[in-house]
């Protein structure tokens, strides 16, 4: 017998109270009881967030009458007797302005499935329809997402409206987040398909155009990267389109892959405007950002870790792989920006130059290595605190690092025949193209050194097993060298001989990290510490401190004054010489 499709309606009936409203109807419920569950986490960010604790109330009934429903555990309600159709009713709070959560206001709504759509268990697998309403408040709301809709219109990149959507699985269900409201689109196709850019928030004369250039640009090369033959995109299997959704806002940043679709922030700063000749650096971090959670579209959403195919969303998922997914697709955004011809050389370095700087000012790369670091994301990478530079090292930045350290030893063994490239479209031939076509396999743990020797003909095993699983850095100085680029390193601009991070706010400088064995530390200095002078003189920002300590030599010895909590304390601080972490890249002539 055919089911019946899993029914949501939802409304953001509350926008001044950010409430979102949901009705759910099951046809055929268990019988004996049916259980219900919210996703604690949501893929591609590896925290458990609790999505069930934004559920405020919660009232079911079946046949007509009202039944009881229990909480289970924290994500999970069971409701019984269900004796006919099950109708749930449901009020989400939605205001975490972020691309992982549920927003909503008198200007728009955006929110993730993950945080909307309660799965029913044992029924996972069945079509899930959603009905889209509008808020009381607004007429002109539309919808933006890459669900389809469940009644395609003939035009399809006319849609947007409210009403009926499909999804064929739960799975795909919460795959696609949903802007609604009044933002700013743009529409361009690359190799023949749809991409849709959206951008909320206020933002004054913005350059639609040129934004919609500059990303068609990096679409087109990244899918003739993956599929140089047909240049057939990826998420046909999934959607009719690809839908860039841009939270604007000050200082924002940040973003989220699906598998038609992203959810980003951005800075109002980084954004080109009209008549703005040169967009300026900000804009090649949003256009890295673009490029980066587009990469993901194969590498990660189809190409994934055998750990992720399925996804567990009940609790933690762990794989060591991570600085494949985030490492390589960070080492390929910057990358496909200049192939595409969106930056230029010197660009491209500068943007290399200041992930190895990142990398080597962090203490932590001597105590954890990616592969652990992709393990532990849960309770370190996701938590970090003042120690994690001390501590920690990133499978993004480190992970990008050991990308190219082994795309370019690939290159050299392989007499220049294969590349890094050949590894990633292996990998999406393997793995990636029939994901969502019934064949969900991924990479199991063990399995990189195979495929890239499948893939290339090189043995990179000891390469993995010193820069991946051990702990050195990958020795970038000789390999970029062989590729006529040299590396060399400056103190960097501003960076004081205390060897701290600091933080200024609210008019005070403090210590954000101090690093394990430099001045600070063998002083006594503690992260949070709150300076306040240098040799009796006051301390009022960072760029006071820096013309204090400008006198002094390395070895000199000053007195740091801090408070400490409310104790006004001071440290007797002997200068180290500034540390050299600023990396510069450049061809050798
Ligand atoms: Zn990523």
Redesign the pocket.
């Known amino acids: 017998m055919k089911k019946e499709p899993i029914l949501y309606s939802v409304t953001p009936f509350d926008p001044a109270g950010h409430r979102l409203k949901v009705r759910l109807t099951i046809q055929n419920p268990d019988p004996d009881g049916q259980e219900l569950s919210l996703p604690a986490w949501i893929p591609g960010s590896y925290l458990i967030r609790d999505f069930s604790r934004q559920v405020e109330t919660i009232q079911a009934e079946s046949n007509g009458k009202p039944i009881t429903v229990e909480k289970r555990g924290n994500h999970s309600w069971f409701c019984a007797p269900c004796s006919g159709p099950l109708i749930l009713e449901y009020c989400v709070y939605a205001w975490d302005l972020s691309v992982r959560g549920a927003h909503v206001d008198e200007s728009h709504a955006f929110f993730n499935g993950t945080s909307v759509f309660l799965s029913v268990i044992g029924q996972t697998d069945e079509t899930c329809h959603v009905e889209f309403c509008p808020p009381p408040h607004a007429s002109n709301w539309k919808v933006y997402t890459s669900l389809p809709e469940a009644h395609q219109h003939p035009a399809a990149a006319a849609r947007h409206g409210f009403g009926m959507y499909i999804a064929p699985n739960y799975d795909a269900l919460i795959d696609h987040p949903v802007e609604m409201g009044t933002p700013q689109v743009v529409q361009f196709e690359a190799h023949g398909a749809v991409h849709e850019m959206v951008f909320t928030g206020v933002i004054p004369h913005l350059d639609l155009e040129r934004i919609a250039f500059d990303t068609q640009q990096i679409c087109a090369a990244q899918i003739k990267f993956f599929e140089p033959e047909t240049k057939k995109v990826p998420f046909l299997d999934s959607s009719d389109r690809y839908v860039f959704m841009t939270m604007v806002t000050g200082d924002g940043y940040g973003g989220l892959?699906h598998r038609a679709s992203t959810a980003l922030m951005a800075s109002r700063h980084d954004l080109p405007v009209l008549s703005q000749a040169n967009a300026g650096e900000g804009y090649q971090t949003f256009l890295g950002l673009v490029s980066?959670e587009y990469f993901?579209t194969w590498n990660v959403k189809r190409i994934k870790p055998e750990r992720f195919a399925p996804y567990n969303l009940s609790r933690e998922s762990h794989t060591e792989l991570l600085w494949v997914f985030?490492g390589f697709?960070s080492y390929y955004d910057d990358l496909m920006l200049l192939r595409s011809g969106v930056i230029a050389e010197k660009d491209y370095f500068r943007l290399i130059g200041k992930v190895i700087s990142n990398v080597h000012r962090t203490p932590g790369r001597f105590k954890q290595s990616i592969a652990e670091s992709s393990h532990d994301a849960w309770t370190r990478y996701y938590k970090q605190d003042e120690n994690s530079p001390n501590a920690l090292v990133s499978y993004y930045t480190k992970g990008s690092l050991v990308a190219m350290g082994m795309d370019i030893t690939i290159r050299t063994k392989s007499g220049g025949a294969r590349s890094l490239d050949d590894v990633m479209r292996l990998l999406w031939q393997r793995y990636g193209r029939d994901f969502y076509r019934g064949a969900p396999n991924g990479i199991p743990e063990d399995a990189l050194p195979a495929l890239i020797q499948e893939a290339t003909g090189v043995d990179v095993s000891e390469f993995i097993e010193r820069y991946v699983h051990g702990r050195d850095d990958v020795p970038l100085e000789a390999l970029l060298r062989s590729q006529g680029v040299s590396l060399s390193w400056a103190p960097a601009p501003g960076v004081t001989s205390l060897d701290v991070r600091l933080r200024s706010a609210h008019g005070e400088t403090a210590l954000a990290t101090v690093y394990e064995g430099g001045a600070a530390h063998a002083a006594g200095l503690s992260a949070g510490d709150i300076l306040v002078a240098v040799n009796g003189l006051r301390v009022t920002d960072t760029a006071s401190l820096e013309r204090l300590l400008r006198p002094y030599q390395p070895g000199d010895v000053v007195i740091v004054g801090v408070f400490r909590r409310d104790e006004l304390r001071a440290y007797d601080v002997t200068l180290s010489a500034p540390a050299l972490t600023e990396c510069v890249l450049d061809y050798r002539q």
């Open positions: 892959e980066h993901h985030e697709t």
